[in-house]
């Protein structure tokens, strides 16, 4: 007779794609697990695009995190915070793109790679992960088969990958920063290559590598609605691009929903935050003060990888540690005390 299914156990965390504007909103919510001292408890962060880029620094921060007996980091600005708003302050789509074109026999998605490996990651490999860290799941695109590709930290060739490839891929937006090739890892020495692009084209909120494998799941979720609009082009790219707009919202909304009753069907625990969330909808008396219309502006944010001014930074951050500290103290760690303050009090969320 087979041993029964043991039931899931651990947590993930899953962050969303969305460019800057989703890398400084998780920046806000790491900022906020890390003091509930929940950064520890994690199994396993998976993220895409913007949100790789800051679990990217995450991950190769963690073996240098000062974790005090209650699970909190106390040199996190430094080693996370300090790199990701540097980025922030960085023109980096532009000069990727450019030094693509000019390079025929290189990709756009390898220079962006390069990037990555200049201002934050240098040649540091998966495999060279912390081990004692959450597992790392840095997701992408198959362009070949449509299907999603996993970078992790594991033994074989899969994990003697750059971080900064893994961080490149899951973020190489099409069709201008995209793709990333690879060597394929099951035809080694073939020259036959792996195409990839942004992990948000197949699933923007990473769910994947987490859903129905923790007790606990914990979502961020940065990426952005459609634009409603009145007028419609009639011209047939114009069309066109609607028509993926459309369809790429459907997937969204319908991954969110499937997340959301599957909360409610207590599948599993945790809770979602999204930068569209109305905080006031969380119930929480002492949530930390955040008008939905100035909200909604910052959700609205473009998402491209392009220098952001440091008061716009500082109010992403400010609002991803506001709506994680509402959706954790509302459905996690009910008896947390509140926040005193926002990390940058002076700007609030604008």
Known sequence: ????????????????????????????????????????????????????????????????????????????????????????????????????????????????????????????????LDPNGPQFVFTATNLQNGELWWFFRQDGPSSRVALATAVAASSAFPPFMSPVLIDDPLRPGTGEKIVLSDAGVYDNLGLDPVEGQYATVLVSDAGKKMNRTGRVHRSWPLQVLRVLDIADDQVRELRTGALLQSYVEKDFAGTYWGSYSDITHFGLPDALPAPVDKTTRLADTKTRLTAMPDEVQEHLINWGYAVCDAGMRRWVTPTSPAPAAYPYPAVGVG
């Open 1 to 128: 007779m087979s041993s029964p299914e043991l039931a899931p156990q651990g947590v993930g965390l899953c962050l969303s794609g969305g460019g800057y504007r989703a890398m400084l909103f998780h920046t806000g919510a790491l900022l906020r697990l890390n003091e509930l001292g929940w950064l520890p408890k994690l199994s396993c962060v998976s993220s895409v695009s913007g949100g790789s880029i800051a679990a990217g620094v995450l991950a190769h921060a963690w073996g240098k995190l000062a974790f005090t007996a209650e699970g909190v980091a106390q040199n996190f600005a430094d080693e996370v915070i300090a790199p990701l708003r540097k980025l922030a302050s960085t023109r980096v789509d532009v000069p990727v793109i450019l030094s693509g074109m000019v390079k025929p026999w290189r990709s756009v998605g390898e220079e962006l790679a390069a990037a990555y490996a200049r201002h934050l990651f240098g040649d540091v490999l998966l495999e060279e």
